[in-house]
């Protein structure tokens, strides 16, 4: 029997555990009131890891894209001197083997608008927010299936090396973005997200984060469980049920409403 007297039966506890699970539909109890500094407690513990964990993945990917772009230079080199050794110097063809390789660095910047963008907030120059290693716009390799098997095998040979490169230089700039974010708006973002019972129009959040401007979308998006609704602008934004419960109550295994 629920409080007021009244018996949801098995069908009723069904839609209820389908809806906790869906925090844009239900939600534990009516809009609760969550301040900012609720939530920075939480926000900079959270950064705090993730940062941690981008900069452990791009320390094991470095080594790793060095030595497979150094095994695919060798590759090439030895085919270009085993071939055309008689007919040009080895300087030369040593160079070519660089330029080759380099072209396919290249290739890899073009699928990856997002890499030169790393790149540039690596050095220190303007650059735009980003959000997550694998973003949207980031070109993958073929996968299997997708294509000739003889062409999938030779992109991911061709591209196995600048590929690791672009996702260690990805992660070291993750990691710089998420230490050196600006938490003030983005925890006002949050709890603003985390008092609604719903998802909120986009104007209203960043109402509630003035500070931000145009960042606050990329910034949003590095947080694993905001959820932007909407094929188009203007979106609406969203919380997954475990994060609103983690941003209310700070317990993300609290299921009781």
Request: proline share 5%; aromatic share 8%.
């Amino acid at each position: 029997m629920e409080a007021g007297g009244y018996d949801r039966g098995e069908p009723g506890k069904a839609i209820a555990a389908w809806c906790n699970s869906h925090a844009l539909l239900y939600t534990c109890g009516m809009p609760m009131n969550v301040s900012p500094s609720d939530v920075r407690p939480w926000l900079e513990e959270y950064l705090r890891w993730e940062a941690k964990a981008a900069l452990a993945a791009a320390a094991v990917m470095a080594p790793l894209a060095l030595l497979v772009c150094a095994i695919q230079y060798g590759l090439a080199d030895g085919l270009l001197c085993l071939f055309l050794c008689w007919f040009l110097p080895k300087w030369l063809l040593h160079l070519a083997a660089l330029g080759a390789l380099a072209l396919l660095f290249v290739g890899s910047a073009r699928m990856n608008p997002g890499y030169l963008n790393d790149i540039r907030f690596l050095l220190g120059k303007p650059a735009e927010e980003a959000y997550e290693a694998e973003a949207a716009e980031s070109v993958k390799m073929l996968a299997p299936g997708e294509a000739h098997p003889a062409a999938v095998a030779l992109t991911w040979a061709l591209f196995t090396g600048p590929e690791l490169v672009r996702r260690a230089i990805c992660g070291f700039a993750r990691h710089r973005r998420l230490t050196r974010m600006d938490r003030e708006d983005l925890a006002a973002a949050l709890a603003c997200l985390a008092s609604a019972d719903r998802a909120a129009d986009l104007e209203e959040v960043e109402r509630a984060a003035p500070g931000a401007g145009a960042a606050l979308v990329p910034r949003l998006k590095l947080v694993r469980g905001v959820l932007f609704i909407g094929q188009s602008e203007p979106f609406k934004v969203g919380l997954t049920a475990e994060l609103r419960r983690t941003l209310r109550h700070g317990d993300a295994g609290a299921t009781d409403c």
